[in-house]
Nanobody, 125 residues
Framework: QMQLVESGGGLVRPGGSLRLSCAASGGTFSYYAMGWFRQAPGKEREFVAGISWSGAETYYADSVKGRVTISRDNAKNTVYLQMNSLKPEDTAVYYC??????????????????WGKGTLVTVSS
């Protein structure tokens, strides 16, 4: 049973940057594709970014492409989400996700095996 713990959220001004981290435990991290999703108030949870087990493949939602970078460090059992040029519409709770299939991550959130509890990102002046 894999546990995922997100960190790095907070309040940031429009145009600012944040780096989210997700620490995994309880499973073989390098077996899993990882992803970030977000859920704004009153909206459904949506895919933000995904990365294959090796890091060789990455996928991004159109809404964040060019502003966000997902990466992973398998030695540290951690996945990261670097977010730049943040906008008020990026305000949401950001969730880390793990699954054996990168396709499940990419087309989630349905069917994903493991979720963190989320970290709040607020973009406001």
């Amino acid at each position: 049973q894999m546990q995922l713990v997100e960190s790095g959220g907070g309040l940031v001004r429009p145009g600012g940057s944040l780096r989210l981290s997700c620490a995994a435990s309880g499973g073989t991290f390098s077996y899993y594709a990882m992803g970030w999703f977000r859920q704004a108030p009153g909206k459904e949870r949506e895919f933000v970014a995904g990365i294959s087990w090796s890091g060789a493949e990455t996928y991004y939602a159109d809404s964040v492409k060019g502003r966000v970078t997902i990466s992973r460090d398998n030695a540290k059992n951690t996945v990261y989400l670097q977010m730049n040029s943040l906008k008020p519409e990026d305000t949401a709770v950001y969730y880390c996700a793990a699954d054996r299939s990168i396709l499940t991550i990419q087309y989630g959130p349905s069917g994903i095996n493991y979720w963190g509890k989320g970290t709040l990102v607020t973009v406001s002046s």
